[in-house]
């Protein structure tokens, strides 16, 4: 009986191994599929050409922010939220490499002054691509929501720094430092994950 049985279970497992195997394969075929298609959103064929606007950088800036995509640790007020894009020089071509730091306001208004919450600088991928995971920003007294950052195409380069907006918000048009070629576009994820993208033209 244990001669019958040795053989089979040997079977059994391998054929667990070969199925267990397979499905991750697919999982990762479905996860780079899905990577792609999300890094595809925002094409050269998006980019406009057009240098973007420098705006102040305002009271909050803080040097010697973490490198980190993930910008919002856990319990930041505000509803949970992707950006993301490329960076472009002004004839279109991506920029691998292109440093950006990013600080922001969480959802009630507030700046973490004392931290690093909300405050994360990374380097684009070999597309030009780059992601933060973050939060809606709140308002505070005279400001519609925004999210600030600079960028610099290389080491050598001068940094430029400026702000992102949302659309549809109705402080934007009393906010006198609102630019409205500066505002981010909602679009979904194949996987119905939902983000905030734009490309950032440096001249
Ligand atoms: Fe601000």
């Known amino acids: 009986m244990r001669k019958v049985l040795i053989p089979i279970i040997i079977v059994v497992l391998l054929a667990s191994i070969f199925i267990l195997s397979k499905n991750s394969k697919q999982q990762e075929k479905i ?3 899905s990577n792609s298609q999300a890094a595809s959103q925002n094409t050269p064929e998006n980019c406009s050409g057009k240098a973007l606007i420098e705006l102040t950088e305002g009271p909050y800036y803080k040097t010697g922010s973490p490198e980190r995509e993930k910008i919002a640790e856990s319990n930041t007020p505000g509803e949970h939220l992707i950006l993301k894009g490329y960076v472009f020089d002004t004839d279109c071509k991506s920029i691998a490499n292109a440093w950006l730091d990013f600080w922001q306001a969480d959802g009630e208004g507030n700046y973490d002054n004392l931290g690093y919450n909300l405050r994360g600088h990374q380097y684009t991928d070999e597309n030009g691509f780059f992601r933060i ?10 400001r519609t929501e925004h999210i600030h950052f600079k960028v610099r195409k290389s080491e050598n380069s001068s940094v430029i720094t400026s702000q992102l907006f949302f659309p549809d918000s109705d402080t934007n048009s009393t906010d006198t430092i609102f630019d409205d070629s500066l505002i981010v576009e909602f679009g979904t994820d194949p996987d119905g994950s939902k983000f905030a993208s734009y490309n950032i033209i440096v001249p």
Do not use: D, K
């Open 31 to 33: 996860s780079q599929e």
């Open 133 to 142: 995971e973050t939060i809606v920003p709140g308002q505070y007294p005279g």
